[in-house]
């Protein structure tokens, strides 16, 4: 590993000791509550809003990753901090094709703190492993380089 990929890393996942992921309940753009439970599956958890360009470009790596990697045990979940007609607006314009949950507008600043983000900054990942512990957080856009060194690891031991 170069000395550049090191420094990275370390700066990318600081903070990121394992820990049990919090509960998560949030609707899809129906209007339905879903849970966060998908243990033996390994989770990226992004944290993104239309109006962010830096979210969008990203969208593009996670579209392609759920279908390259979600056979393997990767499982894309996003969620919208915009109103529920514009994610789904953007849902259908950049061809999202892993689930969308929309939080809470009154929320979204304390449910960024929950997952560790008190900043606010989006785009936001948090990668939870097959056991269902969070193992890394990554602020900015997630890019191939990161995805290879965090996750790619991870989907070695889930079993989907």
């Not at 944290?47 to 990753?65: D, K, N, S, T, Y």
């Not at 979940?77 to 939080?103: F, Q």
């Not at 990942?125 to 290879?148: C, N």
Request: charged content about 20%; glycine content about 8%.
């Amino acid at each position: 590993m170069s000395r550049f990929l090191a420094v990275l890393l370390f700066w990318c996942s600081l903070g990121s000791a394992a820990q049990a992921m919090p509960p998560l309940t949030l609707p899809d753009l129906s209007g339905e509550p879903q849970t966060l439970e998908r243990r033996g599956r390994v989770l990226l958890l992004n944290f993104w809003a239309p109006w962010c360009v830096p979210c969008q470009a990203e969208i593009r790596h996670l579209i392609r990753w759920q279908k390259q990697y979600g056979k393997r045990g990767l499982q894309v979940i996003g969620v919208g901090l915009d109103d529920p007609r514009s994610l789904g607006n953007a849902v259908r314009t950049l061809g999202i094709s892993y689930p969308v949950l929309v939080a809470d507008p009154e929320d979204q600043r304390q449910l960024l703190a929950r997952w560790g983000e008190p900043s606010g900054i989006i785009p936001y990942t948090v990668v939870i492993g097959a056991d269902g512990e969070i193992k890394h957080r990554y602020r900015g856009i997630l890019d191939e380089t990161i995805f290879s060194a965090l996750v790619l690891p991870l989907l070695q031991s889930a079993s989907p």
